[in-house]
């Protein structure tokens, strides 16, 4: 997944929400130890720059991301 140009925390995300099915925001800031600011924006990157996960919800704490193919 590095090839893809992901930083640690987020090959951290993509691993998690595969072995999980998803991820939240919450989840991404416990594993990674950053703020809900930068766990949204890594996010937000995996979804519409890179394309590995999907955004489910519509807002807030309802927003979970999958991993996108199997």
């Known amino acids: 997944m590095t090839n893809l140009g992901l930083n640690e925390r987020q090959v951290k995300a993509v691993l998690f929400a595969k072995e999980n099915g998803k991820i939240t925001n919450s989840d991404f800031q416990e594993l990674n130890g950053v703020s809900k600011r930068t766990a949204t924006r ?21 927003i979970i991301y999958k991993t996108v193919g199997p």
């Open 42 to 62: 890594e996010l937000t990157s995996l979804v519409e720059e890179f394309r590995v996960l999907i955004r489910e919800g519509t807002s807030g704490s309802n």
